[in-house]
């Protein structure tokens, strides 16, 4: 498997402008996960679903942003409008299901989308 | 709520020589996962090593292993004959449990940096 894949790998754009983050989880994997690491705060879970279904997205900032999972292989984090301040890399991750004491929960990160925002 | 705590920001090791990395968390669940992952300046997160709370035994992979003590609720991570390539950002996690089920929310600590000295 190619591992977890994520585009664009580097993003520059205007404040205003919209951004749409792209993720392709590992092909079998159950959970996908969208985090965003920046200096100030760290590695932060923005949202997370299960079989395409968003299960908590209480770490979204504000209503700029938005994620979808349209189908298994596939999901999208979007904001509109852009700010300076949401310049940060943006990970997608994805799992198997698996029991919580069980090695098969391991996270797979992808490269990762660094987003900078002018 | 769950926190991971990473009390060292930065840390120095010579080559070849055993490093230990502190890691300690707070979780009143008995059944939850405990990971480090390395973030080279390259920018990807690489899994390193997993520890369930029920493991007996402590984890172990290759130069890697994890000091885990249950009651003081610390996760070490031990790297021993340090290289050159081992310099880089750790960072230690645990997997939040959701009552019965399995969310795979993983809380992050703040990280530490690794500097090895040739």
């Known amino acids: 498997d190619a591992g977890v894949i994520q585009s664009p790998r580097h993003e520059v754009t205007e404040m205003g402008q919209e951004v749409t983050l792209r993720c392709k989880p590992i092909s079998g994997h159950d959970y996908l996960f969208w985090y965003r690491q920046t200096m100030m705060r760290g590695l932060e879970l923005l949202i997370y679903f299960n079989n395409n279904v968003p299960i908590d997205d209480s770490g979204m900032p504000e209503d700029r942003f938005s994620a979808k999972m349209p189908n298994a292989s596939f999901s999208t984090l979007k904001i509109q409008p852009s700010e300076p301040r949401d310049s940060a890399v943006y990970f997608c991750a994805s799992r198997e299901d698996g029991k919580i004491s069980s090695g098969a929960n391991v996270l797979t990160f992808g490269a990762g989308s660094r987003l900078t925002v002018l | 709520a769950q926190k991971i705590t990473q009390t060292q920001p930065g840390m120095f090791v010579q080559e070849k020589e055993a490093v230990t990395l502190d890691c300690t968390y707070d979780?009143?669940?008995?059944?939850?996962?405990l990971f480090w992952y390395k973030q080279p300046s390259s920018g990807e997160m690489i899994f390193l090593i997993y520890q369930g709370s029920y493991d007996e035994q402590n984890a172990t992979e290759g130069r890697y292993s994890l000091n885990f003590q249950k009651a003081r609720k610390s996760a070490n991570l031990v790297i021993s004959a340090s290289q050159l390539g081992d310099s880089a950002m750790y960072f230690c996690a645990m997997r939040e449990p959701h009552g019965s089920s399995n969310t795979g929310k993983l809380i992050f600590g703040q990280g530490t940096t690794l500097q090895v000295k040739p």
């Open positions: 979780t009143s669940d008995q059944s939850y996962g």
